[in-house]
């Protein structure tokens, strides 16, 4: 190890999974950071509304932006706490019921997520 925390790992899937978790973080500082400026600086959360959603929602830019975002986050969030609940659950089959239960939730919270993306129909009354 090279000081606090984990080592990067040599090979196979964990090392694929060390990885995502650095590019994943960069990327998501970069949506959050962006995230930040056009909903609380550029503008005032008192015009944030149905029809500012509808608006923004109305190109294709900001439902993808929305979106990449969702995927990363939820994707980054799952892989961290898997990564926790290796470190601390010593029993096989905790450990198993543990993850099968958060790769459930990550994915029942992604899949309502997109579809609430997806799905939103931006009609905006005259």
Do not use: C, K
């Not at 608006?55 to 986050?73: C, H, Q």
């Amino acid at each position: 190890m090279n000081g606090a925390g984990r080592s990067r790992p040599e090979s196979g899937l964990e090392l694929y999974a060390w990885f995502f978790m650095r590019v994943s973080g960069i990327a998501l500082l970069v949506l959050a950071l962006g995230h930040l400026l056009v909903m609380h600086i550029i503008n005032n959360v008192d015009h944030i509304d149905f029809r500012f959603v509808a608006e923004r929602y109305a190109t294709p830019f900001w439902r993808t932006y929305d979106l990449v975002m969702l995927w990363l986050a939820m994707i980054h969030g799952v892989n961290g706490v898997r990564t926790v609940l290796a470190d601390y659950i010593r029993p096989r089959g905790w450990l198993t019921a543990s993850l099968a239960s958060l790769y459930l939730l990550g994915f029942i919270l992604l899949a309502l997520g997109s579809i609430a993306i997806l799905t939103f129909q931006p009609v905006l009354a005259p």
